[in-house]
């Protein structure tokens, strides 16, 4: 079975530029969660989205921004670029009590 | 903040069985514990997850003290591709809601 699907798996930018990031869920799967992993630290919760709906923001700024398609694959969306926004970008999607996580987009912003 | 706390680091030799702690003192009746590890530079894998009861599947063995204050991880033959860090996570919806990850422990399987 195929499992979370994500893409780029990198990606170069420079500051002041966005990015879009995309997720492609468990097929049956309607949820989808982001996540943030900087070096050495755990992954860092984004957004969560269900059946197109946001129902969870994380402590991030209004740079960061997200959204669910019918089909229940996602983007997320950066704006205005910084340094430190320089991580690996986790998608998750769930079923019942279980997220179960992708391979990840590693961003590295110069 | 995490929830739980759990050792940096810890090694076990290959084959032997390797015992990951986990405290989380403060865990609701409602909360489960969650178990992922991450291979390098890869995404979080899930491992296991339990309320109460002592869980198993192909991959390990939960185990919950009954004051569910604590759990372990048990992984039965440890082997060098076991090598990762493991994330305790507790939640009361691990698929709804959001998981938050501390800085997990780092096992390494030595040969």
Redesign the interface.
């Given at each position: 079975d195929a499992g979370?699907t994500q893409s780029p798996t990198h990606l170069i930018k420079t500051r002041g530029q966005h990015v879009t990031l995309r997720c492609s869920p468990i097929s049956g799967h309607k949820?989808v969660?982001w996540?943030q992993q900087v070096l050495g630290?755990?992954?860092?919760?984004i957004f969560?989205y269900?059946e197109k709906e946001e129902?969870?923001r994380?402590n991030f700024p209004d740079r960061f921004s997200a959204r669910q398609f019918p089909n229940y694959s996602s983007e997320l969306n950066v704006n205005a670029l910084l340094l430190g926004d320089s991580a690996?970008y986790?998608c998750?999607s769930?079923?019942?009590?279980?997220?179960?996580?992708?391979?990840?987009t590693?961003l590295l912003v110069l | 903040d995490a929830k739980t706390t759990q050792p940096p680091s810890m090694d076990c030799a290959e084959g032997r069985a390797a015992n990951l702690p986990c405290n989380h003192s403060t865990i609701s009746g409602n909360e489960y514990v969650y178990w992922y590890r991450q291979i390098h530079s890869q995404g979080p894998q899930y491992i296991i997850h339990g309320l109460k009861n002592n869980e198993t599947n192909e991959m390990a063995s939960l185990i919950i003290t009954e004051d569910r204050k604590s759990s372990t991880l048990i992984l039965p033959h440890a082997t060098l591709r076991d090598t990762a860090v493991y994330y305790c996570i507790v939640s009361t919806q691990g698929g709804s809601e959001k998981l938050v990850f501390g800085k997990g422990t780092k096992l390494t399987v030595n040969p």
């Open positions: 979370v949820s969660s996540y630290q755990g992954p860092q919760f969560q269900y129902r969870g994380g690996l986790l998750a769930s079923f019942l009590q279980t997220q179960y996580f992708g391979p990840g590693r | -």
